[in-house]
């Protein structure tokens, strides 16, 4: 760490304090004794998603809203919603603090949010996404869907 005074690598930490936004430690330069602060946080960032065949592909937040938005045709959802359900994934898979995870993480979360979101578009991205092509399926998932409604 160089002093932002005289550029000297020569400094010690007097005090180190823990805080909401990361570890601030007060710092005392050896060349001209100026005190000062550093501030030490976690870099969060996207970690790349490993698909089925092994492939990597970066998060794509435009794909996933272009597939959110045809699931959610005409029905009462925002493309407001829509952005913030992708900014609620991205930083779910951020908080995970891996260099990469399984792409399938990314459609679990999407589908989580999208159920709180609007029931409907849940099952229309669901029959895409997760592959409830047939009838049977879909109908159980509706029934699922209903009782919890119900219940709730
Ligand atoms: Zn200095």
Redesign the pocket.
Known sequence: MR??????T??RVIDTTQSASGVRRRRE??????R?STMERAILTTPLLVKKDGRREEFNRDKLISGLRTACARRPVSADDLERLVDRVESQIRQMGKSEVPSRVVGDLTIEELEALDPVSYVRYAIVYLGLEDLEAVRAEIDRLLDEGSAG
């Open positions: 002093c932002p005074y005289c550029d000297s020569r400094t330069c050896k060349g001209c004794q100026k000062f």
